[in-house]
């Protein structure tokens, strides 16, 4: 079944205790991406990525880090998570850069305390 | 003023009704528009990409107007099912990659 995993669904943190959520697709996807979601805000793009070892930021990446080293992982880093990185995070892929169908994980619930 | 904006809702309306979303997007040389649904709490799932032309795919038309600088989405005939969030989703002209979301327009269903 194709489809885009991320770990763990749920968080509860600490200000300041890094973390990693992991994402994952097994479409062989080039191109990957990482939002957040906040209400009234919408979704806003943090980071993408166009292919291995190709990354760029998005709309709000200050207090994220990423990195593409294979071609289906695309981990997002929090080095030192704060209270105003809770958020709910989604992953995507979509096959190239015309991203007609980008394909959505599941979402990620972070709380930083 | 924000890149893409939406009426939040909510919309209530009874099955069958049509129901009719705008969205306005700022930058006039945006290339790429969409139209995602939302579940609650679930991840955004194309609904369907907007053309100049119009498109249409069964109870659900879209349109764009570039003069204007806005799209909509008309949904005839609703469902229960319909009950969702609609997100508007622009690419930026320079960076296709640049995707663009409005808050969402709530829609409820009722029986």
């Known amino acids: 079944e194709a489809q885009v995993t991320q770990n763990p669904r749920y968080l509860i943190t600490v200000t300041g205790k890094k973390l990693t959520v992991t994402c994952s697709q097994n479409m062989n996807h080039e191109y990957m991406s990482w939002y957040r979601q906040d209400p009234g805000l919408g979704l806003r793009q943090i980071y993408y990525s166009m292919n291995v070892e190709v990354t760029d930021k998005g709309d709000v990446p200050e207090g994220y880090k990423v990195s593409r080293k294979e071609k289906r992982n695309f981990p997002l880093i929090l080095e030192s998570p704060s209270p105003n990185q809770t958020s709910l995070y989604f992953c995507?892929?979509?096959?190239?850069?015309?991203?007609?169908?980008?394909?959505f994980g599941p979402g990620t619930r972070l709380l930083v305390l | 003023r924000k890149e893409v904006e939406q009426d939040p809702g909510p919309f209530n309306v009874p099955e069958g009704a049509t129901v009719a979303f705008n969205c306005t997007y700022s930058n006039s040389a945006s290339q790429s528009f969409f139209w995602y649904r939302q579940d609650c709490r679930k991840e955004p799932k194309l609904l369907m990409s907007?053309?100049?032309s119009g498109n249409e795919d069964g109870r659900f038309t879209a349109q764009l107007n570039r003069a204007s600088q806005y799209i909509s989405l008309l949904i005839r005939d609703s469902k229960l099912s319909d009950s969702a969030t609609y997100l508007c989703v622009v690419t930026l002209p320079y960076n296709n990659n640049d995707m663009r979301f409005g808050a969402g327009t709530r829609l409820t269903v009722k029986p």
């Open positions: 995507a892929s979509a096959r190239g850069p015309l991203q007609e169908t980008q394909y």
């Open positions: 907007v053309y100049s």
